[in-house]
Nanobody, 118 residues
């Protein structure tokens, strides 16, 4: 099983990034996918989630209206489009997979760094 994130980097405030998470080794379409982030000295927090079919999404209040989660089940990939980035969005962003049926298997990616700074 692998979850490989990409697309992180350094961006100025107000800029945009698109994160990708490529999944392999499990039935991607049977898993809810989420993005979490962890800033230095803080706990890991949920950023956004998307149902296995892509039919529903949820977001942290801090990113609503700026971030969009999407998935392509044909490509086994989940995305996070991040617009109007702010310094407080600086964190390591992790991809997370949770099986929608019993057993509730779960997997984490290794993370990708996003730094928002002028």
């Amino acid at each position: 099983v692998q979850l490989v994130e990409s697309g992180g980097g350094l961006v100025q405030p107000g800029g945009s990034l698109r994160l990708s998470c490529a999944a392999s080794g499990f039935t991607f379409s049977s898993y809810k996918m989420s993005w979490y982030r962890q800033a230095p000295g803080k706990e890991r927090e949920l950023v956004a989630g998307i149902a296995s079919t892509g039919g529903s999404t949820d977001y942290a209040d801090s990113v609503k209206g700026r971030f969009t989660i999407s998935r392509d089940n044909a490509k086994n990939t989940v995305y996070l489009q991040m617009n109007n980035l702010q310094p407080e969005d600086t964190a390591v962003y992790y991809c997370y997979a949770l099986r929608s049926l019993v057993p509730y298997l779960r997997y984490w990616g290794q993370g990708t760094q996003v730094t928002v700074s002028s």
